[in-house]
């Protein structure tokens, strides 16, 4: 273990090596791809949440000049049931391919139906007016609580529940349903448990539909090549795993006929692991034989991608008078919205994290709604109970009359305790991320002023890790390129370098990291879930290993001697045995570099790996808020996040991942949600409507960052990207009940939702009721 | 059926001659007419503040001025931020500060930081919040983008 190595790059701030590239606009983003004859894409979208499609004319819309095709489903290969893939993420070609256009019905407001490419994207867009599409209206479904009654209205007629461990199902049962899966989580015995409790809090639990917000839409250009192969120009997360391979699976061509080439990202949190465009551009770009791009607007951007479940949660939690929480127990339903695949696995396996309850029980049900295909969000599943949970443990601080960050350090989970989902957790900074946030200058601190509150609340997230394969070159110049297939989407190059640099001692500006194409470089995991920083330096630290012992031997082999007489300085440069004039023989990793060839060739290092980096992280937030009781607004006063990191190695990203991931929980605690009329049309997909935090409407938000080494990586990392979006709906809403005497169980807070509880509390008619 | 149409403009410095739709926002014709993809697009309907320029001197979202109406107009777009090949202090704090994380905010947010010091060389925090209030990061929660800002006129 080389944690307590004391590093010499690792935890500086040098300026990313893309940096000059993204402050002087020459940084090419997908959207920004030109190619000759290149065509512009639109589509044509569903004005109705749930409808059959009948028909669909396209005769008005090729006659215009200008419009070189008009695809639907139908110029898909076989949009059949055939199942692709095996196991929990398998599906049928119908509901991959029906995601990005429609198949039979519309599955929600701004389904594609068709799309049109033409010479310029104004003549695209005069073109799918022209499309005419005849609909059959059906009834729309768009709550969990509606569309788990036994009489709503049915997305799919042929799903069926999938139960945990495939439980039989009575044969009479057997009709269709939107609940697409149940999955139950248990530990110990919570329905005996409730006898040993001396006090029980219920509580029932709302949070909106929220879309992921990244300020770039989502974009793809497609060109065939002479000999039948496709090269993709995408704004994704993963060119190999949300790209190539399932394009070949819905083309169905051999993933090696498509060259996935990454752009610079702007933005996905989770929302960029879909397929979206670059089927669409495929197939346009083959009708036509020219280059397609389809670039999404804003308004698209929200109606039909993202989002993340709206949730439904009832919970339950018990303890005894000395504050040892014995029994938890939740029943959460997730909006997957059209098709299954909600983040509440997710959230149930996150379930009361922070906290070692002897007694678990989780029910998550996966259902379908006609609202867009819920995509992950940082963290995915996660914030929802989280605010339930930490809620129900104000609640019981209240009832037993404790300090609420006490109750929680008495229960906090600790390295050796066992979760639900069978994890025993490892060396981590559960306990102390607690204990510092209650030390905290902010926890302190004295709370004046009318209507404030302080609230607080803790997150767990399991960081994941993946493949990667990563190549570095010694350039003859004493440079070192690294080449990677894990796309950088905040600031990624800055640690890889760094950790090429921290290994051989070379300057940092000397390394060069590129993301390369599908064709250049081994399978490499999307960058999501907290593993990517972490997988990739602790794969690049043994590439970099690797290059310095090549090199040494290389050293060796000059100077004709074993191995064992070459010493590596921390300059990089090497000393080796005496020379003629008793000094011992040294070179510079410059001049070292420049004798490769002629001496044995290039030196490379290379590493494909499934490593596990990954490891559990933990995160508490405190927030200071003022409501304004005559308007609802909640003004954000002071905001702090404790973490713990393992180890920041580039401080200023760390620190970065903590304040954007804090504000997107502070736009879903306060302002964010999909507003649907009840016809299933969606009245707030522009972002004036769709409200996101402003830069006027936050703080500086502070960061505690403590770093217990993460024992499952050589320099101690933890992932960082999804802690901080987990406490804030918990925090805020802590926060706004101290605040105001009334808790918030539906989130956001907006100030029609809160407005209607001050008015409550104080005996007078709410917003509906008066209006 | 759309016109083409002729429009003279100085873009970056420099007197360009170009053609556009007579649809074009400045926004496309900017990025598609004449290739200057660093100013992006966040939303098109004036939220976002991605495409954020200078138009004789006045801050504007590109996406929302028609190209037709930049006859004779100077523009800046974040291409014409750098002095003589180097970076403008804003640029090297945001560099330093770490203000950005994907990047496709900040040729947005370095235009608009740049007009706010050139029409309030010493602005408060809060004065660059109502500043900023106008362009979205979803990636940075704000405070080293502000922090950036601060130092920049810091140094200035
Ligand atoms: S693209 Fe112009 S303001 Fe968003
Ligand atoms: S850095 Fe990504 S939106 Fe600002």
């Known amino acids: ?771 | 059926m759309s016109q083409r149409i002729i429009v003279n403009s100085n873009i970056n410095g420099e007197n360009i001659e170009f053609m556009a739709d007579e649809r074009d926002s400045l926004l496309e014709a900017l990025r598609d007419r004449i290739g200057l993809t660093g100013v992006k697009e966040g939303c098109n309907n004036g939220n976002c503040g991605a495409c954020a320029v200078i138009m004789d001197g006045r801050l504007v979202n590109s996406c929302c001025v028609m190209a037709a109406e930049c006859q004779d107009a100077s523009i800046t777009t974040v291409e014409g931020l750098e002095k003589d090949g180097q970076l403008t202090t804003l640029q090297q704090t945001f560099l330093e500060d770490a203000a950005l994380q994907c990047g496709i905010c900040t040729p947005g947010f370095l235009v608009a930081a740049t007009a706010l010091l050139e029409f309030n060389p010493h602005p408060t925090e809060h004065e660059i919040r109502f500043w900023l209030a106008g362009n979205l990061c979803r990636c940075t929660g704000y405070d080293k983008i502000i922090r950036a800002v601060q130092h920049a006129a810091e140094r200035a």
């Open chain 1, 1 to 771: 273990m080389t944690t307590t190595e004391k590093f010499r790059i690792i935890g500086t701030r040098p300026i990313r090596p893309d940096g000059i590239d993204k402050v002087t606009g020459r940084a090419d983003y997908g959207a920004d791809v030109h190619l000759p004859r290149m065509l512009h894409a639109r589509l044509v979208r569903s004005p109705h949440a749930h409808a059959i499609i009948k028909s669909i004319d396209v005769s008005k819309a090729l006659a215009l000049p200008g419009v070189e095709a008009v695809v639907t489903a139908a110029d898909f290969p076989d949009v059949n049931d055939e199942r692709t893939g095996a196991g929990p993420g398998a599906t049928t070609r119908r509901f991959l391919i029906s995601n990005f256009i429609a198949t039979d019905k519309a599955l929600y407001y701004g389904h594609p139906v068709a799309a049109v490419a033409a010479t310029d994207p104004h003549i695209a867009e005069d073109a799918i007016a022209l499309i005419e599409v005849e609909y059959e209206v059906l009834d729309p479904v768009m709550t969990v609580e509606r569309a788990m009654q036994p009489d709503s209205p049915i997305l799919h007629p042929t799903m069926r529940t999938a139960e945990p461990m495939g439980a039989p199902k009575d044969a009479a049962e057997d009709k269709p349903t939107n609940i697409a899966s149940h999955l139950q989580l248990a530990m110990g015995d919570v329905a005996a448990a409730w006898a040993d409790c001396d006090i029980i809090v219920e509580d029932e639990f709302h949070t909106g539909t929220a879309h992921q917000g990244y300020i770039e839409p989502h974009t793809a250009t497609a060109l065939w090549n002479p000999d039948g192969s496709l090269v993709i120009y995408s704004s994704s997360q993963g060119i190999f795993q949300i790209v190539r391979d399932p394009l070949a699976t819905i083309l169905k061509i051999p993933s090696s006929r498509i060259r996935a080439i990454p752009m610079e990202i702007g933005g996905g949190f989770g929302g960029k692991n879909r397929l979206y465009c670059e089927p669409l551009a495929a197939i346009l770009a083959q009708k036509t034989g020219r280059p397609v791009k389809l670039t999404m607007t804003r308004e698209e951007v929200i109606q039909a991608t993202g989002p993340t479940s709206g949730t439904y949660i009832r919970g339950k939690m018990g303890a005894k008078n000395d504050g040892t929480i014995v029994a938890a127990q939740f029943w959460m339903a997730y909006e997957a919205g059209a098709w299954p695949g909600s983040g509440v696995g997710g959230g149930a396996n996150h379930a009361f994290g922070n906290y070692n309850i002897p007694n678990t029980l989780v029910d998550g049900y996966d259902v379908v709604v006609n609202r867009p295909r819920n995509a992950a969000y940082r963290a995915p599943g996660v914030p929802a109970p989280t605010f339930a949970c930490e809620s129900l443990i104000d609640e019981l601080a209240e009832r037993l009359d404790r300090e609420p960050m006490d109750l929680r350090i008495q229960n906090a989970s600790k390295q050796g305790d066992r979760r639900a989902n069978g994890m025993v957790l490892p060396l981590s900074g559960n306990q102390e991320v607690m204990e510092s946030l209650k030390n905290s200058a902010h926890y302190r601190s004295e709370l004046t002023g009318s209507n404030t509150g302080r609230g607080v609340a803790m997150g767990f997230w399991h960081a994941g890790s993946g493949s990667h394969s990563i190549n570095a070159v010694v350039n003859n110049d004493g440079t070192v390129s690294v080449n990677t297939g894990a796309v950088d989407i905040g600031g990624l190059r800055a640690t890889e370098a760094m950790t090429v640099a921290e290994v051989l001692g070379i300057p940092y500006e000397s390394i060069k990291v590129r993301v390369m194409d599908t064709d250049a470089i081994g399978y490499s995991t999307l960058t999501a879930g907290s593993g990517t920083a972490s997988g990739t330096s602790a794969s690049i630290y043994k590439v970099a290993k690797q290059i310095k012992e090549r090199l040494i031997e290389r050293a060796a082999k000059i100077w004709e001697t074993d191995v064992a007489n070459v010493t590596w300085e921390p300059d990089a440069s090497l000393t080796g045995p005496a020379s003629e004039d008793g000094k011992p023989k040294t070179m510079t990793f410059r001049q070292l570099a420049s004798q490769l060839q002629g001496t044995g060739g290039p030196v490379s290092g290379h590493i494909d790996t499934g490593g596990a980096t990954g490891g559990p992280t933990y995160a508490g937030h405190i927030v200071d808020v003022q409501v304004d009781t005559d308007t609802g607004k909640v003004t954000i006063l002071r905001y702090t996040c404790v973490t713990d990191v393992g180890k920041a190695m580039h401080p200023s990203y760390v620190e970065g991942q903590l304040q954007g991931g804090a504000a997107q929980g502070i736009g879903m605690a306060l302002t964010e949600e999909y507003f649907y009329d009840d016809k299933g049309v969606l009245r707030n997909a522009s972002l004036l409507d769709y409200r996101m935090p402003t830069a006027l409407d936050l703080p500086m938000i502070d960061t505690i960052v403590l770093e217990i080494p993460n024992p499952g990586h050589p320099m101690g990392v933890r992932g960082v990207g999804e802690i901080p979006i987990v406490p804030p709906m918990g925090a805020i809403s802590n926060a706004i009940a101290d605040a105001i005497g009334v808790r918030p169980r539906s989130l956001p807070a907006t100030p029609r939702v809160l407005l209607d509880q001050i008015l409550d509390r104080d005996g007078e008619k709410g917003v509906d009721a008066a209006s």
